[in-house]
């Protein structure tokens, strides 16, 4: 009789233990599916135009200063993963000494999984580089240190592209237009690594080609370039080339 019992004894602990077991995974479920219900509101959310507007502004504040105004113009797409903006102006007292247009972000989501930040094309139809933006008395980078090796995950963007650049006549003497590519990425375990190419498409034939490299482990920075320009070009001028 006693044996008995302690079997039903055992039987019943058992049984116990497996019921707050199986609690606890539902329990568990039930959470993990909460918070996949409140992160695809909140994605739903910020697809609003109302709500894109406003973070568009929200952003446009938090960006500028004293010395620079920054105006993000409509969010489009789908945030934060392919993301169109028709327009982002730069100015200060002056007026307007930067714009891009048609600017484009695609973000992958799967490497966002594991917890890195790859974008799969940074683009732009046309950015215009009006002139130099207006000297302030003391610069805020003036006395900016910059942490190496960078903090933060690891960022990368596979496929930069701007379609026309716009160097016009107040910042380089004449109006320049080049198409320019490239790509990077800069991290704690990446360091810094980026290549960019440009190529003149306006009357006067030049390129140029451009890489900039930095190991996480050291502070060295390597600098690799190359230019070619047409003997009445701006730089071949101020160089005083034949």
Known sequence: ASDRL????????????????????????????????????????VQLPPVRARLANALSRQLSHEALQVHIGTVQG??????????????????????????????????????RLVFQKLSAASVALHRKPMARAESPMKHASFPWPPRGPDIEVLHIDVGRLALEEAFTGERILLRVRGGGRMGPKAGLRLSLQARRTDALPGQARLKLSAESSTAIVQLEGELRDDPKGPLARRLGAE
Not at 10 to 27: L, P
Not at 81 to 93: K, W
Not at 98 to 113: D, G, I, K, N
């Open 6 to 45: 302690s079997d039903m004894a055992r039987t019943k602990q058992t049984g116990s233990g497996a019921t707050r077991w199986a609690r606890g995974i539902r329990r568990g479920f039930v959470m993990l599916l909460t918070l996949l219900l409140l992160l695809l509101a909140l994605l739903g959310l």
């Open 78 to 115: 789908l945030v934060p993963f392919d993301v169109s903006v028709n327009e982002i102006t730069l100015s200060d007292a002056a007026g307007v000494w930067l714009t891009l247009q048609s600017l484009r972000v695609r973000l992958s989501c799967a490497e966002l999984v594991k917890g």
